[in-house]
């Protein structure tokens, strides 16, 4: 859950406000340490409180700088520095010094210098727009390219609306913004150039908006233009559909996609709190982890897909618990970010040769994290999908959308309801293949793929069970309503125009839908659907029959 901003701000302030509790407290403590190592004598002495007083300020410059107390950040990590140089090496007249600058630090009236700095600043937004009924414009002066286009995604189940010029454009956007634009490079006579309009109209825009650009022409300049505008993708005429809904369905994965889990471990509680905020603000899904020992359950449970980890902590090294996670093939693709307030390359580099990926240093600004952990959590989910996933469709490979249906059906059994399984085949598509090209034959199979997604819900599964072969799951589904469902499918897929060199075909499949009851195991039931599947094959093709067992 994302909260608002006036909330966030509540929330950031309390939490600073925290953390100048905290300093009121541990600034008279490092005073009194302070003291201590004026009045011993023994060395051995010496060095332990010069480590307590090392490991404090390391906390404290780690955290002053991110609740907005930069300046006591610096000097508290000045401090920690020349801490560390007398433990290797020091003279009675060098710790006498150093005793004396601690106390100047923790006697000044920081809480006061404190109070005056600046609140913290609201953290970024990742906006969710609407999953349902993603509004498209289509700006296409050629009015029976925009009416097909049209309805083509129409037929995919986005709200499209074409116009033919920009001033008519420009009305229905300032009615209301739409999720993606599609624009010809070439309009009427008020605007000829479409790529100069575009970047003209997405200026005046509050956010960035998703570009999609048509054109008669193919050359670098043309392309390089629509680069420097924007756009996320460029198609020539003809235009291919399926390619161009391809696109969009690959931007609204990205949009859609479930929040980026991220685990913050860190012993200073204030600070990973705060984190955690400023991270959950952005859209993220955050747990946070103070005891180092409880990394097996956190890992198994909450599945993170990114790691941020302290690099001191009282029972072990940030390091030290990377490695534990290593220990674990399953986790050895989490990508480990250390935030520590650890300057030092060269202890940062022992850091990173051990375990974990990179470092993010403490103090860090609210925009700053979220950019770096957004960036790796893409990164991660990117390579787990393409590990996972079918590389043509993005579709469940076949093994794991067969791992699904035992799940549903497991499930159906101890909880009750039915669900559906369906198998659906394409039609006589070695014909397809011989006639126009194995990658047209791959722009079908992407087609229904993008079409079975956009049409079936969030909790709906769906693989690529062989070739042109797809198997979907369908909980808490009767028969007739799986029908349903998938007899408009079969009718929106039969519609669907596909271009091969000039002139359109089009495609059709039969599907089988068998229904789980309290004594089906997963084999049965794919085979009861696959019978089905056959079935309807030899009944004509192009029909959804159902199983009768
Ligand atoms: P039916 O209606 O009985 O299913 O006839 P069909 O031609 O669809 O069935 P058949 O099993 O004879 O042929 C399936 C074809 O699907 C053959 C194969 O080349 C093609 N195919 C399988 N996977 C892919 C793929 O990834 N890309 C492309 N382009 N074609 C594929
Ligand atoms: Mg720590
Ligand atoms: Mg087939």
Not at 145 to 165: D, P
Request: charged content about 20%; overall charge negative.
């Amino acid at each position: 859950m994302t909260t608002s901003d006036d909330e966030l701000q509540k929330l950031l302030l309390t939490l600073s406000a925290q953390f100048r509790e905290r300093l009121e407290k541990e600034l008279p403590e490092l005073h009194a340490l302070a003291q201590q190592l004026l009045a011993s004598s023994d060395s051995a002495v010496q060095q332990l409180i010069l480590q307590g007083i090392r490991e404090q300020l390391h906390k404290l410059a780690g955290a002053a700088g991110t609740f907005g107390y930069a300046e006591l950040g610096v000097q508290a990590r000045t401090l920690e520095l020349s801490s560390a140089d007398l433990l290797s090496a020091s003279t009675a007249a060098q710790l006498q010094l150093h005793a004396q600058a601690l106390q100047l630090f923790s006697q000044q009236d920081c809480v006061a210098q404190i109070s005056d700095c600046n609140t913290p600043s609201a953290a970024p937004h990742i906006n969710n727009s609407s999953e349902l009924n993603r509004r498209i414009y289509i700006l296409e002066p050629d009015q029976q390219l925009g009416e097909s286009l049209q309805s083509t995604l129409q037929n995919f189940g986005y709200a499209t609306e074409h116009v033919r010029t920009s001033v008519a454009l420009r009305a229905v956007v300032n009615q209301q913004l739409p999720d993606v634009l599609i624009i010809d490079s070439h309009l009427d006579e008020e605007n000829p150039d479409g790529l100069a309009f575009v970047r003209e109209l997405t200026a005046q825009l509050p956010l960035p908006l998703p570009l999609l650009v048509i054109s008669q022409q193919h050359d670098f300049d043309t392309r390089l233009r629509a680069v420097r505008v924007g756009v996320a993708g460029f198609f020539t005429k003809p235009l291919n559909f399926s390619a161009l809904e391809s696109r969009l369905d690959s931007i609204f994965v990205q949009q859609r996609g479930e929040p980026y889990r991220v685990l913050i471990i860190d012993d200073d509680l204030e600070l990973s709190k705060r984190y955690r905020l400023v991270l959950d603000n952005a859209g993220m899904q955050v747990e946070t982890l103070s005891q180092p020992q409880n990394i097996d359950e956190v890992m198994h449970r909450f599945n993170p897909e990114v790691v941020l980890l302290d690099v001191h902590m009282p029972l072990c090294s940030g390091p030290e618990l990377a490695q534990i996670i290593r220990f674990n093939d399953a986790w050895l693709r989490v990508p480990i970010i250390y935030l520590s307030a650890e300057t030092d390359i060269s202890n940062q580099i022992k850091a990173l040769l051990k375990a974990g990926d990179d470092f993010v240093t403490k103090p860090i600004s609210d925009n700053a994290l979220v950019a770096s952990v957004l960036a790796r959590a893409q990164r991660a989910r990117l390579l787990s999908n393409a590990l996972s996933r079918d590389s043509l469709t993005g579709l469940l490979k076949h093994a794991d959308i067969k791992e699904q249906v035992a799940v549903e059906v497991e499930r159906t059994a101890r909880n009750g309801g039915s669900a559906c399984v369906v198998m659906l085949d394409l039609d006589n598509f070695k014909q397809v293949n011989d006639r126009y090209g194995h990658a047209i034959g791959d722009n079908v199979i992407r087609a229904l793929s993008n079409l079975l997604r956009q049409r079936l819900r969030r909790i709906d599964s769906l693989g690529r069970y062989g070739g042109e072969e797809f198997t979907v799951v369908l909980p808490d589904c009767n028969l007739e309503q799986a029908k349903n469902i998938l007899d408009e499918i079969r009718q929106r897929f039969a519609e669907l125009p596909f271009m091969a060199h000039d002139s359109s075909f089009n495609v059709t499949f039969s599907a089988g839908i068998a229904q789980s009851n309290s004594q089906s195991n997963a084999n049965q039931l794919i085979e009861l659907a696959d019978q089905a599947m056959y079935a309807a094959k030899a009944a004509g093709r192009n029909q959804v029959l159902c199983s009768p067992a």
